[in-house]
């Protein structure tokens, strides 16, 4: 018999209990599937994966608490917009990235040295960023750039954001390194490079941290959302995509910024949608306009490069912002969000929104 691989959805009523939503998780499990619970500000909905033959047979509608039942038809299932009513937030640490909010992630593209770190991340926070970003492991096109300083850089940053009491996202470039970086980063970013790298997204995936995945130079945007698909079916859907810019045949930035990609995205999964003003210009002067472009398009929030030397950098100096810059940028993003209707985040106690947990068994 042709098993057919699909996901549904189980909306729950609103105050449905603990045991309401066990009995669906229990009667899934005892037909071979498997059972994601979502607890969220407005309801809980549990994610089904399996054979839709077999939920066929299950008459869930009828189940105790149960509001709606809702079969999801595209290719990625539990990134799908169809299989969560609301857009995700995701929390890192106690700073939200989602719908409601516009949050700012910045700091030096690479950990450098102790000082050169300090003072990136302090122009940083004054800039309004309130979640921190470092490369301390650097893939990179030439063997001979600068690889990162490894563990020792990630030691760096986790004093500093620790110093600074912010949380801070950090890059994992290989499997192997997962379970070292999750221990002390606050968010596991995916680098454009790795979007594919199936392995390494099942191990980020399973590490339980918030991820941040950047869409790969030349990926779809339906093969950069099948690439969130994989961490989510390791149960953690505490996902952010990032649009970092294509390779296309312009030459005169170092990338070209999809802004089409925001909303697109955001009318295909319920997951946040941020943008990389850095990467995807590659020159200071180009950061701004892009900013300016990402909040007007919708993105849920940046990751900006800062450093205070650029000119002695040792990755990506030309597109890094300086002290001079700060308070441009935060003048132009508090007035944009405004404009658009956002609320600059904020550290908060108040995580009501959804979150997702790994697969329940009865």
Known sequence: MH????????????????G????????????????????????????????????????????????????????????SNESQPHPSTVWVGDVPIGRDTLTLIAGPCAVESEEQTVAACRMAREAGATILRGGAYKPRTSPYAFQ?????????????????????????????DVETVAAKADMLQIGARNMQNFQLLKEVGMAGKPVLLKRGLTATIDEWIMAGEYIAHTGNLQIVLC?????????????????????????????????????SGGKRDLVLPLTRAAIAVGADGLIIDMH??????????????VREDLLQLRETIARFAEVSGRELAHPTSDRRTATWSRPVSA
């Open 243 to 279: 649009e970092r810019g294509i390779r296309t045949y312009e030459p005169s930035t170092r990338n070209t910024l999809d802004v089409s990609a925001v909303p697109v995205a955001q009318s295909l999964t319920h997951l946040p949608i941020i943008v990389d003003p850095s990467h």
């Open 20 to 79: 309401d939503v066990h009995k669906v998780v229990k009667a899934i499990s005892e037909v071979g599937g498997e059972a994601f619970v979502s607890r969220g500000k407005h309801q809980t909905i549990i994610g089904l994966v399996g054979d839709i033959s077999q939920f066929a047979e299950l008459p869930l509608h009828a189940f105790p608490g149960v509001e709606d039942v809702i079969r999801v038809s595209k290719p990625y299932k539990l990134v």
């Open 308 to 321: 205070p030397r650029p000119e002695v950098a040792l990755c990506d100096g030309p597109q890094a912002l």
């Open 148 to 176: 990162g300083l490894g563990e020792a850089g990630l030691d760096i940053l986790h004093t500093v954001a620790r110093d600074l009491a912010m949380p801070f996202v950090t890059e994992v470039v290989t499997p192997a």
């Open 3 to 18: 098993r057919e691989d699909t996901t549904m959805v189980v909306v729950m009523r609103p105050g449905a209990s603990d």
